[in-house]
């Protein structure tokens, strides 16, 4: 066996071939195996090995060097699978193969190596033969041992996910290079990875971990947990990124609704002093007919007491319950930072202390906050007391309807082994280092859902973990700074945060600080950046200002032109609320993606597979964000105006704004005026615009602008609900299909299926034929190609 390492016998070669042959003999080899009723148990040479078969296109691995599997109890997997599925398993000289039915799982008997086939045995994907290890090695002085998994990456690969990592490259792919997984300050990890492959691979363990994506020359990848006892992975076979998605939200919870308002536009700062601030705020965006539903009080609300105390300062706050009820009779809701960190000497952090439920934990980010203490979110009663201490304190008491849940990571700054060797009650900090926004989040949805039944949980998450979708949480990307830099970096990490399988993302729109200090936002270049970054926005998940600095869309800041240009885009995102509220539908129903990498519709272009800067909002819109300063400060002289976008192939698209038609699969040079971010729709796409609105829910869809793109066949799925409680969850939503079939320039509407009190009995559609300038740009169509009356039965309409 050694011979074929050996071409000849020079010490050097033979010192290489000893070496190669060891590492050889050492891959754990299998000795026997057993079927189990849901998988496969191995027996190896080196340690034991289980396949689960979960459902046909869904297979958990799990390898250790103990002599028994370790009993674990998953935080991220929610579905215990408990309905077998059927399999088959065949010997073969070199490999044993699991027949799923979808999958062939092929183990190779010497290396223990998984090739995944399909179920025409075409490889998808493989393990390499240094596949599964697990080492010794002492961390934070803590003996422990590192988990860590190697595939094989073809050339032609591309590979997304992972999470939003916000100060992160501007490289979209992960393919040939390496990301830090160690959740702290403005470092994020989701350890779930797509590939164009139509494959998904998610780690199931907590610790710190590196994905390098440049092992041997970019031909391999490796994902590396610092501490655990067993290598535990899911892998789900699309090969559709829908698919893949579904299979994850399966294994980890599905995505709840959010409220109809929080698709509407969040005006928060850093920070609204008082009470008065707070209702002056409201009265501009009323009084001046500027769209908003959601108004933010953000931290330090309780100073100068100690962090955790959960109370507003009367001396600025004389009455916070009817300050949000202001808030509500001017159909805006309000949202509330609170922390998991507790000052000393408050009584939450008596009745904490006394129960043993805070950490070693300390606050230690941009100040040193001796007595601010974590408490222990993995505690399940520690959970329920913080729950109860803060919603006595702020939800009951004044009525805020969403919580921004701040400073989850838990950050505290350089002293990263402190938490490794901090002891929550499901074990070492070490071992669950990415899991705390998880379990915090559990315990607020959890509490929210039992005490506030007629009203839907919506969270705003610092650092979300995989599973945290179940939890109705957004994720935030941090305190990015006011920069091109950063506004450029946040569209790949909002594109690979929701390839994730994260839902909802959102970042602080204009940038959270400039220098720690809020930038001059009456100058040119800052008003530019603010713009652009408001498009941006607008074509997020969740739509939302926030920031040093006064930005408010009546700031006085603002130029004539940039109020213009805000309130146009503030406008078209209420306009297109019947869309969104639609694909939320979808999220909730169907595991659906809102904001797509290109690779969700256009997978097997490869000419996609690079761009960081283009995605799909839902399956009509290509959005192209206009990341760099290009009409005011130093780059003002250079002349350039445009921005390059790829129309993906195999469609035509349309200009959003001028209505113009192109071909699909070509590069543009486009021009980009200050007003305008590059807008196109997809051939055969079916857009619903509502009416102009001041906040989400002030007209029913009543009336619609059925926007129609010709040149391939499509279909939309409308959706509605009674907007803000959980009777979805018992089948009170109505859904209807809309067809176009191109060649005959027909329109379908089905049935409306599912019913709700209050539901629309008819409903009248304006359908515009979408042709040069007719049916283009923001405003209302001023004449429609058909007007019809739809009252929920079918109906076909020809144009």
């Not at 183990?107 to 599964?132: C, F, P």
Request: with cysteine; charged share 25%.
């Amino acid at each position: 066996m050694i011979s074929k390492y050996l071409p000849n016998y020079s010490p050097k070669l033979l010192i290489i071939s000893l070496a190669l042959f060891c590492a050889d003999i050492a891959r754990a080899s299998v000795k026997s195996y057993h079927k189990d009723d849901d998988g496969v148990s191995f027996t190896l040479d080196k340690g034991l090995m289980k396949i689960r078969v979960c459902k046909p296109d869904i297979v958990e691995v799990k390898y250790t060097v103990f002599e028994k599997m370790p009993v674990f109890n998953s935080l991220v997997v929610n579905n215990a699978f408990k309905m077998p599925s059927k399999f088959t398993v065949t010997q073969f000289a070199n490999s044993i193969d699991i027949n799923t039915g979808k999958l062939i799982i092929r183990v190779n008997r010497k290396t223990n190596a998984i090739t995944y086939l399909d179920a025409a045995g075409k490889i998808i994907t493989s393990e390499d033969k240094s596949n599964k290890e697990m080492h010794q090695q002492t961390v934070a002085g803590i003996d422990t041992y590192s988990c860590s998994t190697t595939f094989n990456s073809p050339a032609d690969e591309a590979l997304f996910g992972l999470g939003c990592h916000p100060t992160d490259s501007l490289s979209i792919n992960y393919k040939g290079r390496n990301q830090d997984m160690a959740i702290k300050y403005m470092t994020g990890a989701i350890p779930v990875l797509l590939s164009t492959k139509g494959f998904g691979l998610m780690w199931d363990n907590y610790s710190a971990s590196n994905f390098y994506g440049t092992e041997a020359g970019n031909t391999k990848f490796k994902y590396v947990s610092e501490s655990g006892k067993q290598v535990d992975y899911y892998f789900f076979y699309g090969p559709a990124f829908d698919h893949i998605i579904d299979l994850y939200r399966i294994t980890t919870g599905k995505a709840p609704m959010y409220p109809k308002w929080a698709f509407g536009l969040f005006q928060s700062q850093d920070r609204y002093l008082s009470q008065k601030e707070i209702l002056s705020v409201k009265d501009n965006y009323r009084n001046n007919h500027i769209p908003v539903d959601v108004i933010v009080q953000d931290w330090y609300y309780w100073d100068p007491l100690p962090i955790g105390s959960h109370v507003m300062k009367p001396e600025r706050y004389p009455d916070p319950k009817a300050m949000v009820d202001e808030l509500h009779k001017a159909h805006i809701h309000g949202m509330i930072s609170i922390w998991p960190v507790f000052g000393k000497g408050t009584p939450n952090y008596d009745a904490l202390d006394k129960n043993g439920f805070l950490t070693s934990i300390t606050w230690d980010n941009v100040v040193t906050h001796t007595f601010d203490t974590y408490y222990d979110a993995h505690n399940p009663a520690a959970r329920e007391m913080y729950w109860d201490q803060a919603r006595d304190s702020l939800v009951k008491r004044y009525g805020w309807d969403a919580w921004w849940v701040d400073q989850c990571e838990p950050d505290n700054g350089t002293l990263l082994d402190e938490r490794r060797k901090a002891n929550f009650s499901v074990g070492k900090g070490i071992d669950y280092f990415n899991t705390y926004s998880l379990e915090h989040s559990k315990g607020l949805y959890k509490g929210w859902r039992r005490d506030i039944p007629g009203k839907r949980a919506y969270f705003l998450i610092r650092q979300a973990f995989a599973g945290e979708q179940r939890n109705a949480a957004t994720l935030w990307s941090s305190d990015i700074s006011c920069s091109y830099q950063a506004l450029k970096s946040q569209v790949p990490q909002a594109i690979n945060a929701c390839v994730s399988g994260i839902p909802y993302w959102t970042s602080d729109i204009g940038g959270y600080h400039y220098h720690w200090t809020a930038p001059d936002w009456s100058k040119p270049e800052f008003q530019e950046l603010f713009t652009r970054w408001f498009q941006f926005g607008t074509f997020s998940p969740i739509f939302r200002i926030h920031g040093k600095g006064e930005r408010a869309l009546f700031s006085k800041n603002w130029s004539d032109q940039t109020k213009a240009i805000l309130l146009k885009y503030d406008n078209l995102r209420y306009r297109l609320l019947p869309y969104i509220y639609s694909l939320a539908g979808r999220v909730t129903q169907e595991n659906y993606t809102i904001m797509r990498s290109l690779a969700f519709d256009f997978r097997n272009d490869k000419n996609v597979y690079d761009i960081p800067d283009q995605y799909m909002f839902g399956s009509a819109f290509l959005v192209n964000p206009v990341t760099e300063q290009l009409y005011s400060g130093e780059n003002a002289a250079s002349g350039k105006h445009t921005r390059e976008v790829y129309l993906p192939a195999g469609t035509a698209w349309y200009d959003f704004w001028t209505g113009k038609k192109y071909s699909g699969g070509k590069k543009m040079e486009v021009n980009v005026p200050i007003e305008t971010m590059p807008l196109y729709v997809k051939a055969g796409s079916i857009v619903p615009m509502g009416q102009h609105m001041q906040y989400a829910t002030e007209k029913p869809a009543d009336k619609i602008e059925l926007r129609i793109y010709p040149g391939a066949d499509g279909e939309f799925k409308f959706y509605e609900d009674e907007n803000d409680n959980y009777h979805y969850e018992k089948g009170r939503y109505a859904t209807f299909k809309i067809t176009w079939t191109d060649k005959s320039h027909q329109l379908s509407i089905s049935d409306t299926k599912g019913n709700f009190p209050g539901m629309l009995k008819k409903r009248t559609f304006n359908i515009v034929l979408v042709k040069d300038a007719h049916g283009s740009d923001e405003g209302i169509t001023a004449t429609a190609d058909k007007t019809i009356t739809y009252t929920g039965k079918a109906m076909v309409v020809k144009l």
